[in-house]
């Protein structure tokens, strides 16, 4: 059974950069972040399919990044620019092959927490004013 761990989370201040990283036990096709704040949905950040092709929520573009290092089965996001809104649990979550949605005229990998199998433990960002 493949697992993810992920890592990296923190307090910062506004406008610092935080990069998380989740590394896998094998390889993965479709990979992903998501974020969750209290009482709200699971959000999806971020996605990747095989470092082709990502999609970003509207609330992190230009900001956040997300890559993959494949020699070391490792997801990363990079985000800069932080802000209290992006105050959050966040989790990587990892499915082998990605699925495609049409969202608002375009279409972006795998928005739904349903569209992936597995998941890492959570990592605490909290972005200060």
């Known amino acids: 059974q493949m697992k993810l761990v992920a890592s990296g989370g923190g307090s910062v201040q506004a406008g610092e950069s935080l990069r998380l990283s989740c590394t896998a036990s094998?390889?993965?096709?479709?990979a992903g972040w998501f974020r969750q704040r209290p009482g709200q949905e699971r959000e999806r950040v971020a996605a990747?399919?095989?470092?082709?092709?990502?999609t970003y929520v509207d609330s992190v573009k230009g900001r956040f990044t997300i890559s993959r290092d494949n020699a070391k089965n490792t997801l990363y996001l990079h985000m800069h620019m932080l802000k209290p809104e992006d105050t959050a649990t966040y989790y990587c979550?990892?499915?082998?092959?990605?699925?495609?949605?049409?969202?608002?005229?375009?279409?972006?990998?795998?928005?739904?927490?349903?569209?992936?199998?597995?998941w890492g433990q959570g990592t605490q960002v909290t972005v200060s004013s």
């Open positions: 990747l399919e095989n470092d082709t092709s990502t």
């Open positions: 979550a990892a499915q082998r092959a990605c699925v495609w949605r049409l969202i608002g005229g375009q279409f972006q990998i795998g928005s739904s927490p349903s569209d992936y199998y597995l």
């Open positions: 094998g390889s993965t096709y479709c």
